[in-house]
């Protein structure tokens, strides 16, 4: 990858960050594309003097695509949305992203999709996801598409979203779909598994891979484990279906970490489809939840690292 110029469209996300560290590493000039580009600046002592780029762009607006991969060696399309207008961004936006990419003549493209894209989903967004893959394989057939489970780290807004109502002051923690399965994948990994598919075109052009980490937990498991890695014992209370359909689907329990779409994607569990090509193909260990969520974590602790028991 030395010397090769990349875009990265949403580069200054919370996974964009981690692929950009990644090239800039690996001697690649990086150009960070999204639409404040003043909100990744932070990337830049990262790299070498000149080494990275930053414009804006839309994903909307082919002609600001345009400017955001001329030139580039390889795009990565990291772009995604999990409220909002789904088709615009998820299937309108990568099918841009990949024709204006073909069209520029740029050699790689990696797009982000996501475990759970169906075109028969119940969710929009799943629906959104497929149909976004399907245009990217028909405007760049050796497009490499990434499909991750949940992903986890430090600056993510799943763990870090549940540890934080452990941490505060319901007495109950209400939890919806305790049973639907998941195989959280570590942003690190995922990111290693881009720059490894842009390294090694002939391994990962035209091809589909599914990210999961080595463990499947269950909705209720994973809120238990982060209760107890955080010191806390909450009141945990298993919602029936029935029950939590109604609250998703209703809207009625303020400040429910999940919305209507997601109730309806949580139907179908999230983890790698048996026979799907994996990390291990491109090389890349799965990193396990417990081996890194601990030390971000403590945070929530009533008394920070200096907590070592449970906790009411």
């Known amino acids: 990858m030395k010397n090769k110029l990349v875009t990265l469209i949403g580069g200054g996300g919370f996974l964009g960050r981690y692929v950009a560290q990644d090239l800039l590493a690996a001697g690649a000039r990086v150009r960070i594309a999204q639409r404040d580009p003043r909100a990744a600046l932070f990337l830049k002592p990262q790299g070498g003097l000149g080494q990275t780029q930053f414009v804006a762009v839309d994903v909307r607006k082919p002609e600001s695509i345009a400017r955001a991969v001329a030139g580039a060696d390889a795009v990565v399309n990291l772009v995604g949305i999990l409220k909002g207008d789904f088709s615009a961004i998820q299937a309108e936006g990568a099918k841009t992203v990949a024709e204006v990419a073909a069209s520029a003549g740029v050699g790689a493209l990696v797009h982000v ?42 600056e993510d807004g799943f763990i870090n979203r549940f540890a934080g109502m452990i941490a505060g002051p319901m007495p109950l923690l209400p939890v919806l779909r305790a049973g639907a399965k998941f195989q959280p994948v570590f942003v690190g990994d995922v990111a290693a598994a881009i720059v490894a598919a842009l390294a090694h075109p002939d391994t990962a052009a035209g091809k589909t891979f599914e990210l999961g980490g080595p463990d499947i937990v269950t909705m209720g498991g994973l809120i238990r484990w982060i209760a107890t ?40 569990d999230n983890v790698v489809a048996p026979g799907a090509a994996t990390l291990a193909d491109l090389g890349v260990a799965p990193t396990p939840l417990d081996s890194v969520a601990p030390g971000w974590l403590v945070q929530y602790r009533r008394h920070g690292r200096f907590t070592t028991t449970a906790t009411a």
């Open 229 to 268: 890695t955080i010191g806390r014992d909450p009141t945990i209370v298993e919602l029936p279906d029935a029950v939590g359909g109604m609250i998703a689907l209703g809207g009625f329990l303020p400040g429910a970490p999940i919305t209507r779409d997601q109730w309806r994607m949580l139907q179908v």
């Open 113 to 154: 999709s996501a475990i759970g894209s169906d075109a028969e989903s119940a969710s929009g967004y799943g629906r959104s996801k497929a149909a976004g893959e399907a245009a990217v394989r028909a405007a760049f057939s050796g497009a490499t598409i990434m499909r991750p489970s949940i992903i986890f780290g430090r």
